[in-house]
Every structure is written in C-alpha cells, then in structure tokens.
C-alpha cells in the first residue's frame, strides 16, 4: 500500500500532468475493477449514481446524500485516491458548504463543483443553463475556505462553453482558479484545437472529460497528456460497458434458456468471489471462530 495518503497522491497526479486515465465508479464493485484493472485514482459519478441506482437521466435527480453513501462505501472498498462528483453543491454557496463538510467526512480527496443552474443537466445535453460568474466563483471560494484538510483538492468545473462560447469559458474558468480550485474542468468543448489550447490558456491542472458519444471529439490519453492535461476522465465507460454485457448475456439467456460459465460472456464464479474479497473474509471468519 502506498505510504502517502490519497489525497497527497491524487496532488501529485495532478500537478504531475501526465494525462492519468480516471475510470468512473457507479458503486463500490465497479470501483473495486476499476482498481483490479490498475488504474490511478476513481471518479465518483454523479450520472452513473443516478443511472444505475435510480434508472433515471442525468438531470439533478441525485441528492448530496446519495453520493455521499456512495462516496463511502467505494472508500471502504479501496484505496485508490476519489475525485466525488458533487454536480451543483446541491443549492447555493451554504449547501456547499454543507456538502464539502459532508463528503470530506464521506471520504472523498478531491470534490468536484460545476457552475449550472439547478437542476443541473448532464454536461453533453442540450438546454443547459449556467449561473452568473459571480455566484459560481463564491461557491468554489466555500469550498475552499470549509475543507479541513488542506490536501483535499477542489475541481472547479464549467459549462459555460456550451451556452456563452469557448473564450468566456476560459474567462470564467481564471476566476475560478483565482478563487483558489485546485483544478480545472471545461466541459463539453467541442472543437479539438480548443481542447488542445486549454492547457496553455489556464496555469492550473486540468482533467478533459472524454464521454463516448458525447459532444467532445475522442483523444487519446497520450496525446491529452502531450498537450498538458492532468486527468483523462472515462466517467461512464465502465457504465456503459456494463449495460452492453448485460444485455449480451441476457439475450443469450433469453434464446438458448440458459447461461454456462463462459469467460467471454460472463465473470466466472471465482472471479467474483474474489472481487469481493470473500477469500479475506473466510480468513476473518477462521481468525474470530
């Protein structure tokens, strides 16, 4: 086990710039393969939290209790540095501080707030509304001024790209940065010479938020990383890698009425057991009999 802890490690990935791979978790087994997998740091996600765990769109049905519980339980499951998905602060500059008091304690090591106005929309549809400059800025200045623990880091997202244009973006982004974020997420850009330009415009870490199917073109995490880019986010790859294996073994479920232990179709029963840590728990058992 590392001997720093998570939030010194997931600071040094940031500033380290080198484009890490951050896979987003929808509840703790998925971020127990994700760590499996060897990945660097996990990204609690707000949209896989509503999807999975309510079946609804990314459209601010998720509450700060929700992502709170779920923020704790992938901490209990490993060790790997959290950057939380706290969508809005879930109301204004006192909600959060509400919620970094809240998720600080959950666990998290870096939390993540985005300048939309309530309720918030996933970053890649369309009708998205943002807060003034103002009112975003004093939001991450809460943040900042109610951490207790100086290495947990706050992401300062915007979405500002989408309805006031790339360059008021980056404006609003700066005053973010100077409100004291750690680091820096312009979301939904859609040009690929503006996604290559963000890390010489803005001095702080950045994470680029790559969404299969979404509104951003497709890079690869070395050439994001070339460009300067700190972290390459996958928030739901493992989401929608999910939902396809579940539907390809249903259907083969569905029409030959019945399922063996094909590797290629399904996770074996050992693997299982073993992403689960049942052979720790038997050692448990035999140590407490």
């Known amino acids: 086990m590392p001997s720093t802890s998570p939030r010194k490690q997931l600071r040094a990935l940031a500033e380290a710039r080198r484009g890490v791979i951050v896979p987003g978790a929808f509840n703790a087994l998925s971020a127990r393969v994700i760590a499996d997998t060897g990945f660097e740091a996990i990204y609690v996600t707000g949209a896989g939290v509503t999807n999975m765990w309510f079946g609804m769109p990314d459209q601010g049905f998720m509450g700060l209790a929700e992502i709170a519980d779920h923020t704790a339980r992938i901490r209990d499951a490993v060790d790997l540095p959290l950057i939380v998905d706290a969508d809005t602060g879930f109301g204004n500059a006192l909600n959060v501080v509400h919620t970094v008091r809240t998720l600080e304690r959950a666990g998290a090591d870096c939390i993540q707030f985005e300048d939309q106005v309530a309720p918030k929309r996933c970053g890649h549809f369309s009708g998205k509304e943002v807060i003034s400059t103002e009112e975003a800025v004093s939001k991450i200045k809460a943040a900042v001024d109610t951490r207790r623990d100086a290495d947990l880091m706050i992401l300062a997202r915007t979405d500002a790209c989408a309805t006031h244009g790339f360059e008021a973006a980056i404006e609003r982004a700066q005053k973010m940065a100077e409100a004291g974020a750690d680091v820096l ?7 690929p010479e503006e996604v290559r330009a963000l890390p010489q415009r803005l001095a702080k870490p950045q994470l680029m938020n790559m969404v299969i199917g979404g509104k951003t073109p497709i890079f690869g995490a070395d050439e994001l990383a070339s460009s300067g880019f700190a972290f390459v ?6 989401l929608q890698g999910a939902l396809a ?3 390809r073994v249903l259907t083969v479920l569905r029409d030959t009425k019945r399922v063996d232990e094909d590797p290629t179709l399904v996770a074996p029963f050992a693997e299982r057991q073993r992403l689960v840590g049942k052979p720790e728990w038997d050692a448990l058992e035999q140590r407490y009999r």
Do not use: K
């Open 185 to 191: 997420f312009v979301e939904a850009v859609t040009r």
């Open 233 to 238: 986010l996958y928030a739901n790859a493992a």
């Open 245 to 247: 294996g579940m539907s």
